[in-house]
């Protein structure tokens, strides 16, 4: 009982670790930027795919606003701006609109003229991404071509190199 037990037991953490790995790489196989509609802070209007800026680099970066990496990767960002001016960054949360909203007032987010976000009411992004922790960082080139996953504790640095 207790081998049967340990072999169910290995299994479930195998199984786990590689579902984990291949959720980050799901990007990889659909290579395209996915269609999405999200309800931007502050004002409430939509913002889709099509409302991206043309030839610029995006970072689709999914988060919760309560998440302390998250604000910790926010204020990264921002510390780094010049790494990023030239990106359009989009923020995107499945928690409450009036989360996201203090979010963006606390962070001072409308300085930032290239960076979006809003709620994703559908879930669309994190159903297509998989999420399994935020912040995860989906990086894209200027044609919407599937560049990289980041996820966590990623210095900046390193994901601006990668754009």
Do not use: W
Request: proline share 4%.
């Amino acid at each position: 009982m207790k081998k049967s037990f340990l072999y169910f037991f290995l299994f479930l953490i195998v199984n786990r670790s590689a579902a984990q790995s291949s959720k980050l790489e799901s990007s990889a196989k659909s290579p395209d930027m996915p269609a999405f509609s999200i309800t931007k802070a502050p004002d409430s209007t939509r913002f889709e795919r099509a409302s991206l800026q043309k030839n610029k680099d995006v970072i689709i970066m999914v988060f919760s606003p309560d998440c302390e990496h998250c604000q910790l990767k926010i204020k990264e960002i921002m510390a780094h701006y010049n790494l990023f001016k030239n990106t359009q960054i989009v923020m995107v949360s499945n928690l409450g609109y009036l989360y996201v909203k203090k979010f963006y007032q606390e962070f001072k987010l409308a300085k930032y003229p290239n960076i979006v976000m809003g709620m994703d009411y559908k879930y669309q992004l994190g159903s297509f991404f998989n999420i399994a922790s935020v912040p995860t960082l989906f990086l894209y080139n200027k044609k919407g071509k599937f560049v990289k996953t980041f996820d966590r504790n990623v210095p900046v640095q390193t994901i601006a190199k990668s754009l």
